[in-house]
């Protein structure tokens, strides 16, 4: 589960460094960054409502990515990314990790966080 609403707390009402947010939750300083970056473009503030549970706050500031934003992006050409990954990476090991390190595959890995 998510520590939205405490690093929010942390932040806002106590107003504490990412630093020590991030080591008092037991996550990282960008996460820290990326729930309070989120929430500013949310517009919320502190206190959040009292109606509102983890889950209406995790849905406010990560939606899901609408289908049509997906096929607005378009799909790659599978048979030349297939056709360029035997001939750059012919090793057995080649990952989305790894091609994403290949200017001629970004945006590519990304898809397969969709599937």
């Not at 947010?21 to 989120?38: D, E, H, M, Q």
């Not at 473009?41 to 109606?51: D, K």
């Not at 899901?64 to 790659?76: F, H, I, M, N, T």
């Not at 091609?99 to 397969?112: E, I, N, P, Q």
Request: hydrophobic share 35%; charged share 30%.
């Amino acid at each position: 589960m998510r520590k939205i609403k405490e690093v929010l707390r942390l932040k806002w009402a106590n107003g504490l460094s990412d630093r020590k947010i991030a080591r008092s939750c037991g996550i990282g300083r960008p996460t820290v960054k990326k729930y309070l970056l989120r929430a500013e473009q949310a517009g919320l503030s502190w206190p959040i409502p009292e109606e509102w549970d983890d889950a209406r706050l995790e849905q406010c500031l990560f939606p899901e990515p609408s289908k049509d934003a997906v096929l607005e992006r378009g799909l790659p050409d599978w048979a030349a990314v297939h056709q360029e990954m035997t001939s750059v990476f012919p090793l057995k090991n080649a990952t989305t990790k790894n091609l994403d390190k290949h200017t001629c595959y970004r945006g590519v890995t990304r898809l397969f966080h969709f599937f």
